[in-house]
């Protein structure tokens, strides 16, 4: 924010200022044109040594009334306000502080001043109406000068086309000129004012305290001055054309600053109209009552005063019209949100405050328009005069609910929901239908504002029905009420068949419902009423199986909510952070949950046992059990629990009830719990009892090494083993070695279903295996057969990545992706193990297979036209194959980030970032940031690999197709790909190397192995220089020369005319990198480039190292394409591709225009280059 300056001026023009010390700027006018035939005449000695004697005696009174509120500011307003005054070195003596000053003073402050101030304005009211002129520029945070002039004539013409807001560029300067006669105001600032933080915007508690004070500033000076001064047709005149000048400018601080004085000002204005009003009220009755008495004189009097009253009436609502005209009708409709919400919020209190002025038609309408105010129907004594508005803009308010801003929504259902409240007849059954469908909303307040309209039609249904029950007593009448609720609720969750959300419909009502959702017994023995009852009331109330059923959806989902709170996948805006009073009843609610539950879930249990789906919900109850609940002491119970889950377990095998099974035994057995002791051993029989099932059925599968194709035992193989599986995925079954029971069934040919099942389960006893490595490995027998393990489920895997199944294949790859990340991340517990060499490594064919199965499963289908395929496959199960791939990716990718696989490993998937952006993007993303993190420069070499690999493929596919076009295309998405991946170098200091590595290994794959002959003119991939230079941007420099010199040594020995189309991309290149004082350079550099073969030049060669054979030329584009240069060892290579900390010396050479560096001179004509 910038420093409040008090507002200065110049001599007699310049409003006079009570402070000590000034310094004037200003902006002369061109022209000056002598409009007044008076000044306000004030020299500078009488008027400042007056104002001075005014400012501190009224300053003093209020400087004693507020001592201690200003002892307790004094710091903040140091900060805030600049002091246009200096501080006196005597603490005693009274600061002089401008008007602005006394808002940090208090309230009883601010009224001890105003009426100093109207003491100043009887005595002289010009220089005290300036004062309160430069109260209001202050307030917007203005760093301006305010002058005045005195105008003759209201309608002098030449005097009126001045009155505009311009720009002065050549000073740096803006002004406004305005008449508020008879004043010309100009008020003058600099061009930057709009940017700056002023006061009423400022973050933090300041700008709300500032808000409120400046608010009661201007109410109080109403109040003040209501008696006489505000009729006086000069202060109100003045300050109300100020107001509306102001807040029509440019400028956003003076707009919304003076829009929120103006409206402040009205709302002031219309206390005292309804004062007036009550005072003309009782002058009336007086004048009735006196009209019977011989007093004539009396009667005339007050006739006078009544006569006056209504007068002074007349002139405050005609103040509050040109308010409305010049302010309010332009400003409701600003671009700010702020200045609109401010109209609005002080037009729904004027009809509040006088409704018999504002309550109509004429300005319903503004907000009907702007739709953002709900006070008026908080009130049942003007709803009545709200109907036309409300059927005239319903449509309008419902159609706002899918309004794209969540606050706009969330506040127009609130309004929509008050007013059914008041009246449910305005709203239609179709609009309830409408709205009802928002307890599903992905923004929580948003459903919580609809599951409110819910509830209260919940509620309206039960009163409709209450009067049948009057001879029932209260805990009877309370259940049935209940009842009532629920098949209302029941009703309405069935009509809007979205059946998977019931925890979104729970989570909509818990704020007003929870009465009703956290009545845990009630619920519980509907579900146990008896459908088949007789008796009337059980007809009227009884469910039936069907609404059991999503019963127990809605009793879970509560039992949820109040274990876990609001916090919900899929839905935003809930609250995260609990407050002590919130973590106290959510305790509260686990222990109430827990022991009525933990006594009625084995009969629920038992009456649902025949329906897996129902019981497979109930099964995920005793995960939200709490341990601290006294009543779970009783073993007893607790074993009746578990005796009642195992039963459902012997009945059912769905994967959805065995994974909820297995999650509500993993908390029940867990350390330190009431119930440890009794679940833990029921678990333990329950597995041994699959266990020994699991091998009496492998002995009767496996006869003469082959397995059975009985299908009732590979059914049965098939069940226990999708039980293990379930049990294995939390909790550690190592005890009962399944991997060394099931591990010889990869070796036999089995069913697609039977295979995935032991594969999964396979993995998880690895996992298990490694996860407790640290406690499990004690001697180098166990480290060697966990090592053996993992090789024979990775071998076997492997094999299965060829199986014919797609979900046998799939599974093998999740398989493997797993256990070898949590097999990387367990190595740095095995660094201090004696046994740490038996760390196992992936062979190369696995890892070649890993990648095949990545790039054939996963980059297949459409790429960024995603919504092509809803034609032919439904979305729903084009989503589910989305995220498959989605997970496949993401378990390769991992692979690569935890040093698995190598990081060039990742170059296929790079080269797939702008093809598979929409659905792949923030994968690939994040797999380069976590690459770079770990090597910097491979990560760069693997992007090198990826952009040359496409480029190859594209030089190939235009050699053997005829159809260009298809291939400009393809080269424009590797360029984009390229200019994709430069942005990710936002830190060219961080990442200098890694773009000089980039640039240097594609000069060297462009250039490098090039012999220039009559028919081979410019290299095969000169055009890959295109797609380089979209790094160039991201070198500094001193590295953009380095390049450059490069690149000039290696195309030295070349002819080049950049006239020729072929040599395009290399002059597009070069331009990239030269600087714009270089260009000239550049040019000459072609010049000579493009002059024939000089006899005495020296032929460009390359001294290869010691041992190495040049490449044939069949394998030319595979050597260049199949590996990334790295930085050599020799000392000409690293003094060539060193990065300089400062820029090199250039000199001319004297042989030719080459620009070369000082090091690099010995150089020039033999470069040793290493791939």
């Given at each position: 924010?910038?420093?409040?300056k008090?507002v ?5 023009d310049?409003?006079p200022e ?37 400012s ?9 009334v507020?001592e201690?509120?200003?002892s307790?500011r004094?710091?903040?307003?140091r ?13 005693e ?5 401008t ?20 003491e100043?304005?009887v ?10 002129i ?20 209201r309608?002098?013409?030449d005097?009126?086309?001045k ?9 740096g300067?803006?002004y406004?000129r ?11 600032w600099?061009m930057d004012?709009d ?15 500032f ?9 109080i000076l ?11 047709s000069?202060?109100m ?12 400018s440019?400028i956003?601080?003076f ?20 004062g007036?009003?009550v005072?003309i009220?009782?002058?009336?009755k ?8 011989t007093v ?6 007050q ?8 007068e ?19 400003r ?14 002080e037009?729904g ?12 038609d004429?300005?319903l309408?503004y907000?009907?328009?702007m ?6 129907y ?8 709200m109907?036309l ?5 319903k ?5 706002m ?14 309004l929509l ?11 239609a059954?179709?609009?309830?239908k409408?709205l009802l ?6 923004q929580?307040?948003l ?6 309209l ?12 209450s ?8 805990e ?5 009420q ?13 009509e ?27 619920l519980t ?13 059980e ?9 059991q059923?999503?019963l127990v959806e ?5 039992v ?6 609001p ?11 609990m ?10 609610d686990?222990?109430k ?8 879930l084995?009969?629920l ?12 919900s109930l099964m995920?109850i005793?995960?939200?059990?709490s ?5 779970a ?20 095998s769905?994967?959805m ?6 999650r509500?035994y993993f908390?029940l ?11 833990r051993?029921?678990?333990?029989a329950?597995v ?14 496996l006869q ?25 995925n939390c909790?550690n ?9 099931l591990s010889?069934?990869l ?15 396979l ?19 166990d ?8 090789r ?15 979900g046998v ?8 992706c797993d256990?070898?990340?949590?097999h990387?991340?367990q190595?740095q517990l095995?660094?201090s ?14 890892q070649?297979?890993?990648?095949t199965f ?5 980059f297949?289908?459409?790429n960024?036209?995603?919504q ?15 995220h ?12 690569i ?5 190598e990081?060039s490993m990742?170059?296929e998937?790079?080269t797939q970032?702008?093809?598979?952006y ?7 993303k ?26 190859v493929q594209?030089k ?15 080269f ?16 060219l ?13 594609g ?10 002959t009559a ?9 890959y220089?295109?797609i ?12 953009k020369?380095t ?11 070349h ?7 072929c040599w ?9 990198l030269l ?14 480039d ?18 190495h054979?040049?490449p044939?030329?069949?394998s ?16 000409s290579v ?16 004297t ?5 070369c560096?000082?090091?690099?001179e010995s ?8 791939f």
């Amino acid at each position: 924010m910038h420093r409040c300056k008090p507002v200065q001026r110049s001599e007699e023009d310049m409003i006079p200022e009570p402070t000590a010390s000034k310094t004037s700027v200003q902006t002369s006018d061109p022209n000056p044109e002598p409009t007044s035939s008076r000044a306000v005449n004030h020299s500078e000695e009488e008027s400042g040594n007056e104002n001075q004697r005014k400012s501190v005696r009224r300053r003093k009174k209020a400087h004693k009334v507020s001592e201690d509120v200003k002892s307790k500011r004094a710091e903040s307003s140091r900060g805030r306000c600049g002091r246009a005054g200096g501080r006196q070195g005597n603490r005693e003596q009274a600061e002089a502080v401008t008007l602005f000053e006394v808002i940090t003073m208090g309230r009883n402050a601010i009224k001890t001043v105003i009426d100093d101030w109207i003491e100043a304005y009887v005595e002289d009211r010009d220089s005290s109406l300036l004062d309160l002129i430069s109260f209001f520029i202050q307030c917007s945070g203005c760093k301006g000068v305010v002058t005045a002039e005195v105008c003759q004539s209201r309608e002098d013409r030449d005097v009126l086309s001045k009155m505009v807001e311009e720009l002065d560029e050549g000073s740096g300067v803006q002004y406004k000129r305005f008449l508020a006669f008879p004043w010309i105001l100009t008020v003058t600032w600099p061009m930057d004012s709009d940017t700056a933080e002023y006061p009423l915007v400022q973050a933090g508690p300041y700008g709300r305290w500032f808000h409120s004070e400046f608010c009661d500033f201007l109410s109080i000076l109403v109040a003040q001055c209501q008696h006489n001064i505000i009729f006086d047709s000069y202060l109100m005149n003045t300050i109300i054309v100020l107001l509306s000048e102001l807040s029509n400018s440019f400028i956003r601080a003076f707009r919304h600053t003076c829009t929120l004085a103006a409206v402040k000002l009205l709302s002031s204005l219309i206390g005292v109209s309804l004062g007036l009003s009550v005072a003309i009220e009782n002058r009336q009755k007086l004048s009735k009552v006196q009209k019977t008495k011989t007093v004539r004189q009396k009667s005339v009097q007050q006739l006078e005063r009544l006569v006056d009253l209504q007068e002074k009436r007349a002139e405050v609502e005609s103040m509050m019209n040109v308010i409305i005209k010049a302010v309010f009708l332009k400003r409701y409709r600003d671009v700010l949100p702020e200045i609109r919400s401010i109209c609005m919020e002080e037009l729904g209190l004027w009809m509040k405050l006088y409704s018999s002025l504002f309550l109509n038609d004429s300005y319903l309408k503004y907000i009907g328009w702007m739709m953002s105010d709900k006070v008026l129907y908080k009130d049942p004594l003007l709803l009545p005069k709200m109907d036309l508005f409300t059927s005239r803009f319903k449509e309008r308010l419902i159609s706002m609910t899918l309004d794209k801003d969540n606050d706009v929504a969330l506040q127009t259902m609130k309004l929509l929901v008050l007013i059914s409240k008041m009246s449910e007849d305005l709203l239609a059954p179709e609009d309830y239908k409408q709205l009802l469908q928002f307890v599903y909303s992905s923004q929580r307040p948003l459903a919580a504002s609809a599951g409110e309209l819910l509830y209260s039609r919940l509620q309206s249904a039960v009163a409709q029905g209450s009067d049948a029950q009057q001879d029932t007593n209260e805990e009877e009448r309370h259940r049935l009420q209940s009842f009532a609720k629920l098949k209302a609720l029941l009703h309405f969750f069935q009509e809007s068949e979205l059946h998977q959300h019931v925890v979104f419909l729970v989570d909509s009502l818990w704020d007003c419902g929870a009465s009703l959702l956290k009545d845990w017994p009630t619920l519980t023995s509907a579900l146990l009423l008896d459908s088949s009852s007789n008796t009337s009331k059980e007809i009227n109330h009884g469910f039936t199986e069907a609404e059991q059923a999503l019963l127990v959806e809605i009793l879970v989902a509560s039992v949820r909510q109040a274990a876990e709170g609001p916090v919900l996948a899929g839905r935003t805006g809930a609250k995260r952070v609990m407050s002590a009073k919130e973590k106290k009843m959510q305790n509260e609610d686990c222990l109430k949950l827990t022991s009525h539950l933990h006594l009625v879930l084995p009969t629920l249990l038992s009456k649902f046992s025949g329906c897996s789906d129902v019981v497979a919900s109930l099964m995920r109850i005793p995960q939200y059990f709490s341990p601290e609940c006294p009543e779970a002491e009783n073993s007893q119970v607790m074993s009746s629990l578990v005796s009642a889950m195992a039963a459902v377990l012997d009945l059912h095998s769905d994967q959805m009830l065995l994974e909820a099974a297995s999650r509500s035994y993993f908390h029940l057995c867990v350390d330190e719990t009431t119930w440890c002791s009794t679940a833990r051993p029921a678990r333990d029989a329950l597995v041994q009892n699959w266990v020994d099932r699991l091998k009496a059925l492998l002995k009767d599968a496996l006869q003469d090494g082959r397995v059975s194709s009985n299908e009732e035992i590979q059914r049965d193989i098939l069940t226990t083993m999708r039980k293990l599986r379930a049990f294995h995925n939390c909790h550690n079954l190592l005890q009962w070695r399944v991997f060394d029971l099931l591990s010889p069934l990869l070796s036999e040919e089995l069913p697609p279903e039977v295979l995935i099942e032991l594969l999964q389960c396979l993995c998880y006893v690895i996992l298990w295996s490694l996860n407790t490595s640290d406690k499990n490995l004690t001697c180098r027998e166990d480290a060697v057969d966990q090592r053996l393990q993992l090789r024979f489920f990775c071998e076997k895997s492997h094999h299965c990545l060829s199986h014919r199944e797609l979900g046998v294949r799939q599974q093998a790859f999740v398989g493997v992706c797993d256990v070898l990340t949590a097999h990387s991340y367990q190595r740095q517990l095995w660094d201090s193990l004696p046994f740490c060499p038996l760390i196992y490594s992936l062979s190369p064919k696995l890892q070649r297979a890993l990648l095949t199965f990545t790039c054939e499963h996963v980059f297949v289908g459409p790429n960024n036209n995603s919504q092509s395929r809803v034609d032919q496959i439904a979305e729903e199960q084009r989503l589910e194959d989305l995220h498959r791939r989605r997970n496949l990716l993401a378990a390769y990718c991992k692979l690569i980030v935890h040093g698995v696989l190598e990081m060039s490993m990742a170059a296929e998937v790079f080269t797939q970032y702008v093809k598979y952006y929409n659905d792949f993007g923030d994968i690939i993303k994040e797999t380069l940031y976590r690459t770079r993190q770990m090597d910097k420069m491979e990560s760069a070499r693997t992007l090198v690999l990826c952009l040359q690999q496409l480029f190859v493929q594209l030089k190939h596919k235009q050699e053997r197709s005829s159809r260009p076009q298809e291939a400009v295309q393809t080269f424009t998405s590797i360029k984009e790909l390229a200019r994709r991946y430069a942005l990710t170098f936002s830190d060219l200091v961080k990442f200098r190397e890694c773009v000089v590595l980039i640039h240097r290994s594609g000069i060297e794959f462009v250039f490098q192995d090039f012999s220039q002959t009559a028919d081979m003119t410019a290299p095969p991939y000169v055009s890959y220089l295109t797609i380089l230079s979209e790094f160039s941007s991201k070198l500094l420099k001193p590295d953009k020369k380095t390049m450059f010199s490069y690149l000039q040594r290696l195309t030295a020995n070349h002819i080049t005319d950049m006239r020729e189309e072929c040599w395009q991309p290399l002059a597009y290149y070069r331009s990239s990198l030269l600087a714009a004082a270089e260009e000239e350079d550049a040019a000459s550099n072609g010049s000579s480039d493009r002059k024939g073969c000089s006899t005495n030049r020296v032929p460009f060669t390359r001294q290869k190292p010691e041992g190495h054979r040049a490449p044939c030329l069949q394998s030319r584009l595979e050597s260049k394409v199949g590996k990334v240069p790295r930085r050599s060892t020799s000392p000409s290579v690293d003094n060539a591709f060193a990065v300089p900390l400062e820029p090199p010396s250039k000199r001319r050479s004297t042989e030719g225009s080459e620009l070369c560096t000082n090091n690099d001179e010995s150089e020039d004509a033999n470069v040793d280059i290493e791939f």
